[in-house]
């Protein structure tokens, strides 16, 4: 089959570990053509182009910029970017009949561009829901519901999910919120197709993790606590750093804090500020890098706003698992990753609006021998359930 993958987020190396790169080599060593269309910021200075690359096509599209920069260049380089990916579509693949389109949230806004192959081909389409907007913005109070903008967003949502022929959910939260707020949906077009990698396999080396450590001036006599992953207002920074704040004196916990973001600045303040004795802020690091960084941890955390109503079910995780390393989660109480956590028996969930509660789980994972089982089903758990040949599989039983 002929396979169209769209992205926002750039792919230029599928041969790197990530969530749709690893997906995406899935179809590729079965057989199937498959193309990439994903987005090139004008910051970088390059044209759209076109080429083949590790058996893999790949269409990348200059866009406007929508990174880094002020709100209202990137309200209009947002707007702009179906009519650049139709004008690249129709330039450069307009001989390509394609029998399958998959594409994520966020954005929302690859509606038109979905409906034009699948009206020019008759093409399947498959959504990978990742995010739930503008309702994720209206909990932050970023957007309000009586606004214009919301209003515009939301009409774009309802489009794409009608243009979907099957809407792949996180998990069954996400199901249910989705058939809760769309009642106009029909219910079998719905399913679970998680989040997935193709897991590396991490060998728990002493010299290595010693050495990385060592490195980065961790200590090496109380357990670690990684959070890795994006630092912007969906993960309750506020809550991350009070975390840390009532911990200062606690010699069984160390926190590791990596990534980049629109909330990084307010962090690095603090650690300015504060200078906290019992964590240390990296800015966000090379995949590899971090991959080793994470194998030499002991516990990976998750936070995610109080404030939240629709279910999150962040990627991060599969890093942790990938790992060997339980999970710590620090939610809403609408998402259902404290569930599986819990069910799997490979992490603990607290409330990320109460911090005594946060408090007590930590300490229960200051046990060496409750984090290596943990551990340990945290990796089973991975390979039974969120590789990315489970999610082509679940993709694929459309077309057998």
Excluded at 193 to 204: E, R, V
Excluded at 215 to 232: A, E, H, Q
Excluded at 299 to 328: D, E, K
Aim: aromatic letters at 10%; one cysteine or more; charged letters at 25%.
């Amino acid at each position: 089959m002929n396979i169209l993958f769209l992205s926002l987020g750039s792919m230029d190396n599928i041969e790197t570990q990530g969530i749709y790169s690893d997906l995406m080599r899935q179809f590729r060593d079965h057989g199937h053509d498959v193309y990439i269309m994903y987005a090139r910021e004008k910051r970088l200075g390059k044209p759209t182009e076109y080429t083949m690359e590790n058996g893999v096509h790949l269409l990348k599209v200059k866009i406007g910029n929508i990174t880094q920069n002020h709100l209202l260049e990137k309200g209009i380089s947002t707007l702009m970017i179906e009519h650049q990916f139709l004008k690249a579509i129709k330039t450069y693949l307009s001989h390509i009949i394609f029998d399958l389109v998959i594409y994520s949230t966020p954005p929302v806004t690859f509606e038109k561009v979905i409906r034009y192959i699948k009206k020019r081909d008759n093409a399947k389409t498959y959504l990978l829901l990742k995010d739930i907007f503008p309702q994720n913005a209206v909990d932050l109070n970023m957007l309000h519901k009586s606004s214009p903008i919301y209003h515009y967003f939301r009409m774009k949502e309802k489009k794409l999910y009608r243009t979907s022929d099957v809407i792949g959910c996180m998990s069954q939260a996400n199901v249910d919120f989705i058939k809760t707020h769309n009642p106009q949906l029909s219910p079998a077009i719905l399913e679970i197709c998680p989040n997935s990698i193709t897991p590396l396999t991490m060998q728990k080396d002493e010299d290595k993790i010693n050495s990385i450590r060592n490195k980065y001036n961790i200590p090496s006599d109380r357990p670690i606590f990684l959070y890795g992953g994006n630092l912007g207002k969906p993960q309750a920074i506020d809550f991350l750093l009070q975390c840390i704040e009532t911990n200062q004196s606690n010699d069984q916990a160390f926190f590791i804090i990596v990534g980049t973001g629109t909330e990084f600045d307010k962090i690095a303040a603090y650690f300015e500020r504060k200078r906290p004795p019992n964590a240390k802020l990296i800015r966000e690091l090379p995949k590899g890098e971090y991959e080793l960084l994470a194998n030499a941890c002991d516990v990976g955390l998750i936070f995610l706003h109080h404030r939240f109503t629709i279910p999150n079910f962040p990627s991060r995780i599969l890093s942790y698992m990938q790992a060997s390393i339980p999970v710590l989660a620090a939610t809403d109480e609408h998402t259902d990753i404290g569930q599986v956590l819990e069910q799997g028996h490979f992490g603990l969930w607290s409330s990320s609006a109460n911090i005594e509660e946060f408090n007590e789980k930590m300490g229960q994972l200051t046990n060496p021998l409750i984090r290596k089982e943990m551990g340990r089903n945290a990796r089973k758990y991975l390979e039974e359930n969120f590789t990315a040949r489970h999610s082509y599989e679940i993709i694929m039983n459309h077309f057998e």
